[in-house]
């Protein structure tokens, strides 16, 4: 593109926004603006009708500063402004971050401009000094406390107003940047699933005829490795005998935390089934598991702390209930899992978590956790089934210190 094109397209676009701008003009008027227009047209009428000269002058005046305003509006060189964010993670409770905005002004000083900085469904504004043309600043901002979730931060905006205040219009400039609130977990002292972590990896109730875990002797079946024949047992039985081993498996971790508002009595209740789950799976990362966290459409997989936490931010509630339709999805997308770790909230059925986890196959193992921030703590272990109710996110350590011993 030619230096003209692009002199072109800046003033196309120039005129476009002015354009917009003229159209929605009301909007852009101060109430200063608006009384004085008000008081120029009034006193246009009286002094029409009086024939008073001096007030005509005077409602002129007062008309010509608001159309001064409006044209201050179209004077080129708009300003431009960036974001950074520190830090740029934080956790639910925990310090806040700050925003360092670095505005560089335009062609058109800048007369104590107003900045905004968004913050979610809230605004942050600063009072910056006057900037002269093609002046940098950067100034600070302490960002308000935020709920867990991943909130945009920007883009800026100044209020572009006149030196007389009568017309006012919000110009923003950058990109919206992500700030990610984690949930408050607490340190699992050892794994939920109470799994051994080792090279040979979790043991199953799987028989197989080629692995470590050895399990007992049994009679040789055509088509076996003769490699597995127990000799010196074979001699003493008068058969031929073969070793027959349990499966051992890697250690897979599937975490699977229920998003359906129904299934919760509280909403608190979902934000503590949050830093449950979030607690689980970084204990299962940090002992080495391949974990699989999922809520709705939010999936984190691998061992990857960042990736747990930042998955944990995104998790919000739904009233649809598509919780076996994910489990079937995530049983078919992670293959191998020894434990199946069920977090949700007190009102969901327990044929519904059983008909969930029977899409993982035989023997693996379940775990429940049940977020119930009025409920009292307990454990269950009927129907082969560990379930764990738990009120408070301090008590999760305890209650699952009982578990599966």
């Known amino acids: 593109m030619s230096p003209r094109s692009r002199d072109d ?4 676009g120039r005129l476009g926004a002015l354009a917009v701008s003229a159209r ?23 002094a029409t009708t009086l024939n008073w000269q001096e007030f005509v002058q005077l409602g002129v005046a007062a008309i010509a500063l608001v159309v001064l305003g409006l044209c201050w ?18 956790v639910e409770g925990g310090p806040t971050a700050t925003a360092e905005v670095r505005v560089h002004a335009g062609a058109v000083p800048m007369l104590f401009p107003k900045v905004v900085v968004p913050v979610g469904p809230r605004e942050v504004g600063i009072r910056l000094p006057f900037l002269g043309p093609y002046a940098d600043h950067a100034a600070t901002v302490a960002l308000p406390a935020l709920p867990r979730g991943v909130h945009p931060v920007g883009p800026v905006a100044h209020e572009k107003a006149d030196p007389v205040g009568m017309v006012s219009r ?5 990109v919206p940047i992500e700030l990610f609130v ?4 607490v340190e699992l002292a050892v794994f939920a ?11 199953s109730q799987q028989l197989s005829m080629n692995d470590l875990a050895f399990h007992a002797l049994r ?4 088509g076996d490795d003769l490699r597995h024949v127990h ?13 027959q081993y349990h499966e051992t498996r890697r250690g897979h971790v599937t975490i699977l935390l229920d998003d359906c508002a129904d299934s919760y009595t509280r909403l608190r209740d979902f934000e503590l089934a949050v830093s449950v789950a979030a607690s689980v799976a970084l204990r299962a990362v940090r002992d080495d598991f391949d974990t699989y966290l999922r809520c709705g459409p939010h999936v984190a997989r691998g061992r990857s702390a960042a990736a747990m936490t930042d998955a944990s931010c995104r998790f919000v509630t739904t009233r649809d209930d598509a919780y076996a339709a994910l489990s079937v999805e995530a049983a078919g997308t992670v293959g191998g899992t020894g434990l199946v770790v069920q977090v949700t909230g007190a009102r969901r059925a327990g044929a519904d978590l059983h008909a969930a986890v029977g899409s993982f196959g035989q023997g693996v193992d379940r775990l429940v956790l049940r977020a119930d921030s009025e409920g009292r703590p307990a454990t269950d272990d009927t129907a082969g089934v560990h379930q764990v109710v738990v009120p408070d996110l301090g008590l999760l350590p305890e209650l699952m210190a009982r578990g599966r011993r």
């Open 182 to 185: 984690a949930p408050r977990v």
């Open 24 to 46: 929605r003009w009301p909007d852009l008027v101060t109430p200063l603006g608006r009384g004085v227009l008000l008081t120029g047209v009034v006193t246009l009428v009286v």
């Open 231 to 243: 000799w010196r047992s074979s001699a003493k039985a008068g058969e031929l005998l073969v070793r």
């Open 193 to 203: 699933g109470g799994l051994t972590n080792d090279l040979d990896g979790a043991t």
């Open 73 to 90: 509006q179209a004077l080129p060189g708009a300003p431009t402004a960036s974001l950074v964010l520190r830090p740029s993670r934080l």
């Open 219 to 222: 009679e040789y079946a055509p």
């Open 170 to 174: 919000r110009v923003a400039s950058g």
């Open 9 to 12: 397209a800046r003033s196309s």
